[in-house]
Structure formats: structure tokens, C-alpha cells
């Protein structure tokens, strides 16, 4: 018997070499039926890390600084909180019942944004997507 009889491995028949290129074929199916799961999960959680990541960012608390603010040169917007009776008369769609109506809610506790005036059933949302453009609501940090 020679060396080189020895170092080779021993010969597979046909049978067995047809048998294990199926299996490498099947295994190759496989990986390919798979791959665009694994895409679509890879495109879920990316998609999900950006949402995670607007969350943080919208988590940051409002600071409104005075430059912000409507100054005199600029045509102001009516503030719910301050302005008086006769002043939110004059916004569309609003009398003078509605206008005494926000007063007095507002005497009881300040409205923290203009969607509280319709949460608090003075408005209806249609009211106030009419004078949204013209009113608005100043929050101080006190």
C-alpha cells in the first residue's frame, strides 16, 4: 500500500455525491426563502430605532423665548388667555356668548393650548380650525 493511499480519503460513490449536493442545494433554497425576512425584520427595527429616536426628541420640554413672542410690528394673535371679551368678538365664528364663555373658563383654570378650548366644549374642532390662524394660546413657566 502506497502513501498516498493512505493521506486521500476514501472515494464517495455517485449516490452519495448526488445526496449531498441536494442537501447543499436545499440549504441554499432555504437561505434564499429566508432572506427577505430577515430583510423586512432588518427594515422593522431600523423603523423602529427612528421612531424611538423622534420620541426622545419630542420628550424635550418647550421653552418659548421672548423673541418668539408676537411683537408690535408684527400682526399679533389673539391670546384666549388675556384677551377680553370684546377682542375674542371679533375672531370669526365667535360671539359674544362664546366670548364670555372662554373668559370664564379661563378664570377657573388657564387654557394650556388651543385644543383645551374645544376639550372643555366651548368650541367645536370646525370653530377652531377657523380662528386657529388668528388666535393663540402664551403659556408661561411660572
Known amino acids: 500500500m502506497s502513501i498516498w493511499s493512505e493521506i486521500r ?12 449536493g441536494l442537501r447543499a442545494m436545499w440549504s441554499l433554497r432555504r ?7 430577515g430583510l423586512a425584520m432588518i427594515a422593522a427595527l431600523m423603523g423602529l430605532a427612528a421612531i424611538a429616536h423622534q ?3 419630542a420628550n424635550q420640554p ?3 423665548e421672548s423673541v418668539d413672542l408676537p411683537t ?4 399679533s394673535l389673539i391670546d384666549l388667555n388675556t384677551a377680553t371679551v370684546a377682542e375674542l368678538a371679533t375672531l370669526p365664528g365667535i360671539g359674544e356668548t362664546r366670548a364670555k364663555a372662554i373668559v370664564v373658563s379661563r378664570e377657573q383654570s388657564r387654557f394650556t393650548s388651543l385644543a383645551d378650548v374645544v376639550d372643555r366644549g366651548i368650541l367645536r374642532p ?6 386657529a390662524e388668528q ?6 413657566l411660572d
Request: aromatic share 4%.
Open 9 to 20: 480519503p476514501p472515494r464517495r460513490d455517485a449516490a452519495e455525491s448526488r445526496v449531498s
Open 31 to 37: 437561505a434564499i426563502a429566508f432572506a427577505p425576512l
Open 55 to 57: 420620541q426622545s426628541q
Open 62 to 64: 418647550l421653552i418659548v
Open 72 to 75: 408690535g410690528s408684527e400682526p
Open 126 to 131: 370646525t370653530q377652531l380650525a377657523a380662528i
Open 135 to 140: 388666535a393663540a394660546v402664551y403659556v408661561t
